[in-house]
């Protein structure tokens, strides 16, 4: 199993970026796929989730608006289109896995993890 994030990088206050997500190694539209990400000093923390069984949209208050997820099934890859950011979205993000399709924000209930892209918001 493997989750290979990549995209990440400095970017200006009001930038954009797009993260990739690459998924390998289990059933991929089975899994509800969510970004993560964590800030040096803070707790890991939910930014947007796309559910498996309903195909919905999650998302954090602090992003909403400004991000978008998506996937492209055949590829096995979900995305994070990420608008008009700002310096508190400096952080690594996570790509994650889970199947119980509930506790979208409790990072025990993923099973599988990504290693992180670094984000850096510069002002």
């Known amino acids: 199993v493997q989750l290979q994030a990549s995209g990440g990088g400095l970017v200006q206050v009001g930038g954009s970026l797009r993260l990739s997500c690459a998924a390998s190694?289990?059933?991929?539209?089975?899994?509800?796929m969510c970004w993560f990400r964590q800030a040096p000093g803070r707790k890991r923390e939910g930014v947007s989730c796309l559910s498996s069984s309903d195909g919905r949209t999650i998302y954090s208050d602090s992003v909403r608006r400004r991000f978008t997820v998506s996937s492209d099934n055949a590829k096995n890859t979900v995305f994070l289109q990420m608008n008009d950011l700002r310096p508190e979205d400096t952080a690594v993000y996570y790509c994650?896995?889970?199947?119980?399709?509930?506790?979208?924000?409790?990072?025990?209930?993923?099973?599988?993890w990504g290693q992180g892209t670094q984000v850096t918001v510069s002002s």
């Open positions: 994650a896995a889970q199947m119980i399709g509930r506790d979208y924000w409790r990072p025990n209930a993923y099973t599988y």
């Open positions: 190694g289990f059933t991929f539209a089975d899994y509800s």
